[in-house]
């Protein structure tokens, strides 16, 4: 009996062992990254520029942007794409507040631009790798800067300040110590020169009635 027991049990061991499978099983955990677009530009100084002519030598040969820096506007940008920069006026003409008859041409109003954020694709000798009306005014060394004259803002890629580069200044994302530059803003000091060059007359020529007279500049930032 005892062996008859034994025998059994021994059989259903084997039995077990032969019926028995591996076993693993299965988690499951996702993973996901989400890049939300940082596209920042602020206007540090220079949010305001106002040119008053009180002197006859000020309608006979324009305002100079100065030493001073008085008629400068900082400006940085904050992007986690490469971006594209315009600039162009609300209005097709300066307005006159005094009287709304009253206009002046944009081009009255130039501006040279001055690169100073660690990025290389924007910056002194580089405006050769960018593309647009406005680009060809960067500081360069040793070479004369030509102030561009105010233009109309009619779209993105119309008026274009600042872009990537191509080749292997390809990228312009960063923060605000990577894109960082100056806009230098001067009036009625006509240089031959500049992709929109400014007005060929000075402003005492043109004969311009008395009044103050406003537009808005506006900055269009955009990822590319």
């Not at 506007?73 to 097709?92: P, R």
């Not at 300040?161 to 110590?177: E, K, M, R, V, W």
Request: hydrophobic share 45%.
């Amino acid at each position: 009996m005892k062996k008859t027991i034994l025998t059994l049990a021994i059989a259903l061991i084997i039995a077990g062992s032969a019926m028995a499978q591996p076993v693993s099983d299965r988690a499951v955990i996702p993973v996901a990254v989400t890049l939300n677009q940082i596209l920042r530009i602020h206007v540090v100084n220079g949010g305001n520029i106002e040119f008053v002519f009180n002197m006859l030598d000020d309608y006979k040969f324009g305002i100079a942007n100065g030493a001073t820096g008085f008629y400068t506007s900082d400006i940085v940008v904050a992007s986690s794409t490469d971006w594209q920069l315009d600039m162009g006026t609300e209005d097709a003409t300066f307005m006159g507040t005094d009287d709304p008859v009253n206009t002046m041409p944009l081009d009255n109003v130039g501006f040279t631009t001055d690169w100073v954020g660690l990025n290389t694709c924007c910056g002194a000798l580089l405006d050769v790798d960018n593309t647009g009306a406005y680009t060809n005014n960067i500081s360069a060394a040793g070479a004369p800067l030509t102030a561009n004259g105010l233009l109309q803002y009619t779209g993105v890629g119309t008026a274009v300040l600042y872009t990537s580069g191509i080749g292997a200044l390809i990228g312009n994302g960063g923060d605000i110590n990577d894109n960082a530059f100056s806009i230098l803003w001067e009036c009625g000091t006509f240089i031959p020169g500049g992709t929109s060059p400014m007005n060929v007359a000075n402003i005492l020529d043109q004969n311009l009635l008395p009044d103050r007279y406003v537009t808005n500049v506006m900055l269009e930032l955009t990822a590319i």
